[in-house]
């Protein structure tokens, strides 16, 4: 890798960082290709990224970012999972890490804050945000519904009555 592909590398993870709500720090102890794959394509799917960067790059570009605290768990073979949605890449990581043993979790950040690993694993058992905005929509139709339930009961019940009426005076006839 020359210097002009390090110093690209270093502009996209210090944007990343810019850009992301969450960045989970991660040892891979000899993942398979297709362990890895699996892991890239959940963490995909749940919008989150999960990249694996040279230390030192990584380093250089968590300078003057919120996130640089994490700088100390960059030793050894590490990764970084990232997302814009607080706990997507938490919740991938710690359910595929629940899969393996060589996949583990050594901290990370949201926001100014540091997070170790029970904190990462606490963050994976909120609900996402579009698990709260179901909750939100759901909780603001709701009494919408009944509105228009209590409204057209009375109509309903009416209706119930004249047919009752009906089904006798045709029996009786």
């Not at 995909?44 to 570009?61: E, H, P, S, T």
């Not at 359910?95 to 949201?110: P, S, Y």
């Not at 690993?117 to 009494?143: C, F, K, M, W, Y």
């Amino acid at each position: 890798m020359d210097r002009n592909e390090k110093a690209d590398l270093v502009a996209e993870l210090k944007q990343v960082f810019v850009e992301t709500s969450v960045v989970v720090v991660t040892r891979n102890l000899g993942l398979s290709v297709a362990q890895s794959t699996d892991l890239r394509l959940r963490m995909r799917d749940a919008g989150a990224q999960f990249k694996v960067a040279k230390n030192r790059l990584a380093l250089i570009a968590l300078d003057g970012t919120r996130y640089q605290p994490i700088g100390d768990l960059l030793k050894g073979p590490t990764a970084l999972a990232t997302s814009p949605d607080p706990v997507a890449a938490a919740k991938v990581a710690v359910d595929f890490a629940k899969t393996t043993d060589k996949f583990e979790i050594l901290g990370g950040a949201m926001g100014d804050t540091v997070l170790d690993v029970n904190g990462i694993r606490a963050l994976a058992e909120l609900p996402s945000l579009d698990e709260l905005r179901a909750t939100i929509v759901g909780l603001v139709q709701a009494p919408a519904s009944k509105i228009a339930r209590t409204i057209n009961e009375p109509g309903a019940m009416l209706a119930r009555v004249f047919g009752a009426y009906a089904a006798d005076a045709a029996e009786a006839a």
